[in-house]
């Protein structure tokens, strides 16, 4: 099993910044890529950015040039720097990582992160 924590989330008024950490923990794992994904109300999950093992990403378009994803395989921690953020970019913000486990392979989900951004 994989156990995902994040944090770093909260309130920020518009154009300004937040760090999110996803921490990931537990035994005999190796983790092919993470990825932060988020929901606003009445909204649909959707994918925010991703990070494979080697460090290749990918971003929505939405975050491209705002938004950086960063990971340190060493202690199996990902996170997401967010610049200039926007009221758009309210929602919660979840943690995924795509990991081996005992052979299986399969997603991960943290609890998620409330995000605000006030006009």
């Known amino acids: 099993q994989v156990q995902l924590v994040e944090s770093g989330g909260g309130s920020v008024q518009a154009g300004g910044s937040l760090r999110l950490s996803c921490a990931a923990s537990g035994s005999g794992f190796s983790i092919k890529y993470m990825a932060w994904l988020r929901q606003a109300p009445n909204s649909e999950r959707e994918l925010v950015a991703r990070i494979a093992y080697g460090g290749t990403t990918n971003y929505a378009d939405s975050v491209k040039g705002r938004f950086t994803i960063s990971r340190d395989n060493a202690d199996n921690t990902m996170y997401l720097q967010m610049n200039d953020v926007k009221p758009e970019d309210t929602a919660v913000y979840y943690c995924?990582?795509?990991?081996?486990?005992?052979?299986?392979?399969?997603?991960?989900w943290g609890q998620g992160t409330q995000v605000t951004v006030s006009s």
């Open positions: 995924t990582a795509n990991a081996v486990v005992s052979g299986l392979i399969r997603d991960y």
